[in-house]
């Protein structure tokens, strides 16, 4: 099991043009060896270069204001936890209504391996007391400036001629360090005592109990192993370590820890208290933490530097000279993402991307899709975790040396998490893949880099990855491949056959599964996976476009018999799903039955997104594009309030608010917009562009980017702050808007 971190480097760039930048956005633990030796002052922490120019400029671009109720929500949360580096804890902001929180970050929430729970309603929570008085400064009545930063949470409390400062950033993929700058601004010397408390919200385990040390307060946790809601190894830790020498008391669920000595401030100066808080699942590394915080708070501001100036280049990538309406936008989208990195842990080996850090089952696990999207996204602004987030996924590449499924070699399973099945994993999930869309990934990323390593490392994973469908998902052997779902003790019976093959696609009830039958794919005699029986146009765009993607990468990496075969191939599949896929008669392209019948006739499945893939690879004919953007332009099929429904509005099926048989999902509606773009419809690519930003609620405002919306109304449905979502959008912005 891994509990550390990958230390690498990036670069931004714009995603037409490569440009060359300076300098690097570090992703791994502390600073590097020549900072370390030669540090150099810094200004201090309260000085407006620390907030560093750009993101002074987006206060609050994504709201993460609030108070959790509760240890847990079965639900979706609604509080954005901030959380950066890879973390898997975050915090919140007290709102202005929420003064009793005034001088705490509220929660953290941390993620139990799997799950997402909060510790308390605010877990160190500072107070200030007059000592000649003996009384306590009432923070909860201050004058309050809150907001939260791209890379920092500020609050800023002024009452009874002090200002309080407090300020939060995530340090380690494991540490957030919090500085509270106390500033006398009265015209008398005063001595302060300074006290820090938290109280747990319980939970129905009993998990967490309170151990004061040294410096602070650790928070231990016992084993637990609810696979569906809960699961510790019972090493996990919780500590806050202080820079000063504190003294601290435990009464239940609750401590206090208090300063020694009180603190004297002449009028006009400061004082500055410094404290981390760390969260880490081995006893190893939470050791190494410590052993890490101790430098941290030996040398806070180089820290800070160092975190002001990535987050500055993630900044200067995406926001650039631009003067758009919709910058905030892609700003929301960079912090949605860092938000839901997290960093090697468990059985995950490299830095991903969790689908919603918001969201029960979306918080510990990286789906394959997801991941491919995301790592697009991320690479306009940080290419080396995008490579990390790739590799996340190939770690758990199935091989030839399988002692369980070598036919399955190549694959890449649905979903990995913090626990194996082994382990005790239950979301873990290798009854399926999902579809291939690696390769556009990687050449994408590649297109920002140049880093041919990179290229030569991921090629024949990639070719084994395209093999695999082939082997395993083309029935007749015609080079046409179906959704399907593997060989595998939960594929027991036609209906999770099915089951398993919708996820496959990624649309888990779209209409055109609904009639679907099972096909046995064997090999030697065996079985080697399942099949359905229909040819899915999407599927095999996307195998068309990795085609095409491999050739590329064959002609750099000096393969040229690869990149012929590719290319022949790629003709092939594209000439097939223009001959037998598209519709003179409705003028659109449909998944297709074991006769080759388009499923609008075979089954009476109407028209849905997946039929603009063509368009987005460039298989169309432009006759054909020009007939199915005929028909995305009209408001009575995919032209709603807000376009581009997963389901046309004429379709017997559509449901607005039904995940894939109406919803509009932000990837889809990107695929569909960049094929317009392709097939010369410029204009029209930008004016969905600019609907789907001014109609889906609360994307040009600070709510979270949800996972997907209401084609009628706008409205935002299921997950919040979904990652494949705003990488969706994040790269819209920077090519429409």
């Known amino acids: 099991m891994r509990d550390d971190n990958s230390s690498s480097t990036g670069r931004s760039y714009n995603r037409r043009q490569i440009l060359q930048t300076t300098g690097l956005a570090g992703l791994g633990v502390g600073l590097s060896e020549t900072t370390r030796s030669n540090p150099s002052p810094y200004p201090a922490e309260n000085d407006s270069n620390f907030i560093s120019g750009l993101a002074s400029n987006y206060p609050s671009t994504l709201d993460h204001t609030g108070v959790p109720d509760t240890a847990f929500s079965d639900a979706d949360m609604d509080i954005t936890p901030f959380a950066d580096r890879g973390a898997w804890h975050g915090y919140a902001l007290p709102s202005k209504d929420d003064t009793e929180y005034y001088g705490t970050f509220t929660g953290p ?105 040294k410096d602070g307060i650790q928070v231990h946790f016992d084993r637990v192993r609810e696979t569906w809601a809960y699961m510790t190894s019972g090493e996990e830790l919780f500590q806050v370590n202080h820079s000063k020498p504190t003294t601290t008391e435990v009464d239940g669920g609750s401590y206090t820890t208090t300063l020694n000595p009180a603190i004297t401030i002449s009028p006009g100066d400061e004082e500055r208290l410094v404290w981390t808080e760390s969260f880490t699942f081995t006893d190893v590394r939470a050791q190494k933490e410590q052993e890490q915080a101790r430098e941290i708070l030996k040398r806070p501001d180089e ?6 100036s990535r987050w500055n280049q993630y900044l200067s990538a995406i926001a650039k000279s631009s003067t758009s309406d919709y910058k905030k936008v892609g700003i929301k989208c960079l912090e949605t993402l860092i938000g839901n990195w997290r960093s090697p842990a468990g059985a995950i080996q490299h830095d991903g991307m969790t689908p919603s850090i918001s969201y029960k089952w979306f918080a510990g696990g990286f789906w394959a899709w997801d991941t491919w999207k995301q790592a697009v996204g991320t690479t306009q602004f940080a290419p080396e975790l995008a490579k990390q987030l790739i590799r996340s996924m190939f770690d758990y590449q199935v091989t030839h040396s399988s002692d369980t499924r070598p036919q399955d070699a190549g694959m890449i399973p649905d979903l990995i998490a913090y626990n194996t099945p082994d382990n005790g994993g239950g979301n873990w999930n290798e009854r399926n893949s999902k579809p291939p869309l690696a390769a556009w990934a990687v050449w994408e990323i590649y297109r920002h880099t140049s880093d041919s390593d990179f290229l030569e490392e991921l090629y024949p994973l990639l070719v084994a990855y395209h093999d695999w469908w082939y082997r395993t998902r083309d029935h007749d052997d015609n080079g046409i491949a179906e959704y399907g779902a593997t060989v595998h003790s939960t594929n027991d019976s036609d209906e999770a056959i099915v089951t398993a093959a919708a996820w496959e696609s990624g649309m888990d009830n779209a209409p055109r599964f609904d009639d679907s039958s ?8 065996n079985i080697v996976g399942y099949s359905l029986n229909q040819e899915s146009v999407d599927l095999n765009s996307y195998l068309y476009a990795e085609k095409k993607y491999l050739a590329k990468m064959a002609n750099e990496i000096g393969k040229e018999d690869d990149e012929k075969r590719y290319l022949c191939e790629a003709e092939s599949v594209g000439e097939y799903i223009r001959t037998h896929m598209f519709h003179e008669e409705t003028g659109f392209f449909y998944d297709i039955d074991t006769e080759q019948r388009p499923l609008i006739e075979a089954r009476g499945v109407g028209r849905a997104i997946h039929g603009v893939i063509p368009l987005w690879t460039g298989i169309a004919t432009q006759a054909q594009a020009d007939s199915v953007v005929k028909t995305l332009t009209k408001e009575s099929e995919f032209n709603t309030y807000l376009p581009l429904p997963t389901v046309s509005r004429s379709a017997p099926d559509f449901d607005p608010e039904s995940y894939w048989r109406g919803n509009v999902w932000l990837d889809q509606a990107k695929f569909a917009i960049e094929g317009l773009a392709r097939y010369g419809y410029d204009t029209t690519a930008t004016k969905f562009s600019k609907k789907l930003f001014q109609h889906g609620d609360g994307i040009m405002g600070n709510t979270p980017i949800h996972e997907n919306y209401n084609p009628l109304t706008g409205e935002r449905l299921n997950a919040p702050n979904f990652s494949w979502s705003a990488a969706s959008l994040l790269t819209l912005y920077q090519d429409f808007l």
């Open 303 to 308: 820290y800070i530097k160092s975190v002001s």
């Open 109 to 213: 929430l941390y993620i139990a391996q799997e799950y997402a729970w909060f510790l308390s309603k605010g877990f160190v929570n500072i107070s200030v007391s007059d000592k000649k008085s003996g009384t306590e400064i009432p923070l909860n009545e201050a004058d309050a400036k809150i907001a939260s930063y791209p890379g920092f949470l500020r609050q800023t409390l002024s009452v009874d001629g002090l200002t309080v400062t407090l300020d939060l950033r995530f340090v380690t993929d494991r540490t957030a360090l919090v500085t509270a700058t106390i500033r006398n601004n009265s015209e008398n010397q005063r001595t302060l005592s300074i006290e820090w408390s938290g109280k747990l919200l319980g939970n129905q385990y009993d998990a967490p109990s309170l151990t004061p040390h």
């Open 518 to 525: 099972v096909l046995k794919n064997c090999y030697d005699g």
